[in-house]
């Protein structure tokens, strides 16, 4: 099993470039569902997670193909097969990958039925999708849980008025998705606002769909009988950004990160301003300088966008551990999000959990140390903590890791960390 082997500490200076958001990829290719004109799709990250929904869709008909371009990224270009495919998304092909649950709204709306396996359980925390299913069957669309399988059928989704209970970004997706071949217009309310929703409306829209009001509470889908073929740039990833930012906050660096969205990003901004950090933006550019002995305390809370978001809550908590003062962090999105807080304690961190709430007392001198990863934001974390801890620290699991961060340990080599993969 491969680990990272980290030698602290380090101060990360210089730039790197954004990938394309491993959030905004997933649903992007469910969309090629949809079609069986070509989508091209640039930005895409070379992520496992990206990989796990390629080979989904090419279980299900879909032909993915990467290309190099000219400035050394990548795109992907998909094409449907022609004909029916296969209706059925096995568990074996879903139970690594909650997201994979996004290929139920395309299929049902373009072929009539679908069965899809139950996604399996979260280390984050319990992610239902009974929206999901409640606004399908909003919809029209018959559905029955059976043997672990969601089994769906509708002779044709038609538009309706639904209201999701909580702004879930893949239900707010999977809904969108489907309503695009549905019979009328569909309105969405209380729907995920974030970037990656946004994104999604702006592929579909360019594959001929008629989509106002992403990126607001409500959004009306009209649809449509059938959708074309598209190319679309996939969004900067605001997670991944954002981890390098707070990696230069927390080692004393001076990071740019080129590509990035600064609009995306306000409430961590805000946040490494008030630690002590100085930041500034531009349209897609975004630099951030610390002094390590000048940070200061900040208390944050997660909440969906455009507040603080709970995938940068554990890079966030590990920069504090560094803070001068008391930082209490609560979590208000997932129930078990603080699983990397037993392993910070083992490199020296003084944290203390209640319920939602970590309170951190710092600053604390990090000692490497070996450390295990549970998910993939916590990865980040230890990773982020090793860099600037003394001595040497190996992260165990970084699968976890490599579901959405792209070709990282080359990134923090470019930026002068001694970090490297290793088995």
Avoid at 64 to 71: A, N, R, T, Y
Avoid at 109 to 116: D, E, F, K, L, T
Wanted: net charge negative.
């Amino acid at each position: 099993m491969e680990k990272f082997l980290i030698e602290g500490p380090s101060r990360l200076a210089g730039v790197v470039r954004a990938s394309g958001a491993k959030n905004a990829s997933l649903p992007a290719v469910a969309a090629s569902l949809l079609t069986d004109e070509p989508l091209l799709l640039s930005g895409v990250p070379r992520v496992r997670d990206a990989h796990t929904m390629l080979a989904l869709l090419a279980h299900l008909g879909v032909d993915g193909k990467w290309l190099d371009v000219v400035d050394g990224g990548t795109s992907l270009e998909l094409r449907g097969c022609g004909g029916t495919p296969t209706l059925t998304a096995p568990y074996e092909l879903v139970k690594t990958m909650r997201a994979s649950i996004l290929v139920l709204g395309p299929l049902l709306a373009r072929y009539g039925q679908a069965r899809v396996s139950l996604p399996g359980g979260c280390a984050i925390g319990v992610r239902p999708i009974d929206q999901h299913l409640a606004g399908l069957s909003a919809m029209g669309a018959e559905i029955e849980l059976e043997h672990g399988y969601v089994e769906a059928r509708a002779r044709r989704l038609h538009g309706c008025d639904f209201e999701l209970s909580t702004p879930t970004v893949t239900g707010t997706e999977n809904l969108m998705l489907a309503a695009t071949l549905a019979d009328g217009t569909t309105r969405l309310r209380n729907c995920a606002r974030e970037p990656e929703v946004s994104d999604l409306a702006e592929l579909l829209c360019a594959m001929g769909a008629r989509i106002e009001g992403a990126g607001t509470p409500t959004i009306e889908i009209e649809g449509r009988q059938s959708l074309a073929g598209a190319s679309h740039a996939v969004v900067p990833d605001r997670i991944e950004v954002g981890t390098y930012l707070v990696g230069a906050a927390i080692t004393g660096g001076d990071v740019t990160v080129e590509g990035a969205r600064y609009e995306h990003l306000e409430a961590l901004l805000g946040a490494l301003h008030d630690v002590g950090a100085e930041v500034q933006r531009t349209a897609r550019e975004i630099r951030v300088r610390s002094e390590r002995d000048a940070l200061r305390c900040r208390d944050v809370v997660t909440a969906p966008y455009p507040g603080f978001p709970t995938d940068l809550q554990a890079q966030f908590l590990a920069l504090v551990t560094q803070a001068g003062g008391r930082s209490t962090i609560c979590e208000t999105v997932f129930e078990n999000r603080f699983q990397h807080v037993p392993e910070l304690c083992r490199m020296g961190a003084s944290v203390t959990v209640d319920g939602s709430y970590a309170r951190v007392d710092g600053p604390r001198q990090l000692e490497g140390a070996n450390v295990m990863a549970t998910d993939l934001r916590a990865s980040a974390c230890l990773v982020l903590a090793g860099l600037c801890a003394q001595g040497t620290t190996k992260v165990d699991r970084i699968y976890h890791l490599d579901r959405g961060y792209e070709r990282m340990e080359s990134k923090l080599q470019s930026l002068g960390a001694r970090v490297e993969r290793v088995r």
